[in-house]
């Protein structure tokens, strides 16, 4: 093959790719790596949930399937939760514009959460996980069943992260550039 010829076929198959690629782009290509497979058993539990909300009103996770979502079990009675809540409002304020949404799950009474969030009040929806909470964090992955736990949903419902322990700030501006 002249240099020639091999310039053309360089050429022709990087067009080739590039039109492939916008195929699949406009066509709605595949959002993350296992799509067109079904979801973990961890992550079909979690999205079947609803827990009541603050107000009475149930709060359906299903709602942000197909967004990047951080989930955070806390509790009024867990120091480390209640210092790790502001930086993970910090997050949301930084990432809701990237499509990220974040949700805290309280493994707690209404009455202390209520009286928690009036005194640090937060911009990402919190909903009451109750002591139900402890069993379902056990089956999304932490076996121990300690608390703060965060977990990261990508865009096709899979998790892909999880953290038991203290969520930094940074931590999570990183896990947004990856898996936002």
Not at 32 to 43: D, I, T, V
Not at 84 to 105: D, R, S, T
């Amino acid at each position: 093959m002249t240099p020639i010829q091999r310039r053309g076929f360089v050429i022709g198959a990087g067009l080739g790719a590039a039109a492939l690629g916008a195929f699949v782009a406009l066509r709605g290509g595949p959002s993350h790596k296992n799509a067109g497979q079904p979801l973990s058993p961890e992550a079909q539990a979690f999205w079947a949930q609803r827990f009541p909300g603050l107000d009475g009103e149930p709060l359906d996770v299903a709602r942000w399937r197909g967004k990047p979502l951080l989930v955070n079990f806390w509790a009024t009675w867990c120091a480390p939760c209640v210092k790790e809540l502001p930086e993970i409002n910090q997050f949301y304020k930084e990432a809701q514009a990237k499509g990220w949404q974040v949700v805290g799950l309280a493994v707690d009474q209404l009455d202390p959460v209520k009286a928690f969030l009036h005194k640090t009040p937060l911009d990402f929806p919190i909903a009451l996980a109750g002591s139900q909470g402890l069993a379902l964090v056990r089956e999304l992955g932490n076996t121990a069943g300690g608390l703060p736990f965060s977990l990261a949903f990508d865009t096709g419902g899979e998790i892909n992260w999880r953290r038991l322990g203290v969520s930094r700030l940074e931590e999570l501006r990183e896990l947004a550039k990856t898996a936002g």
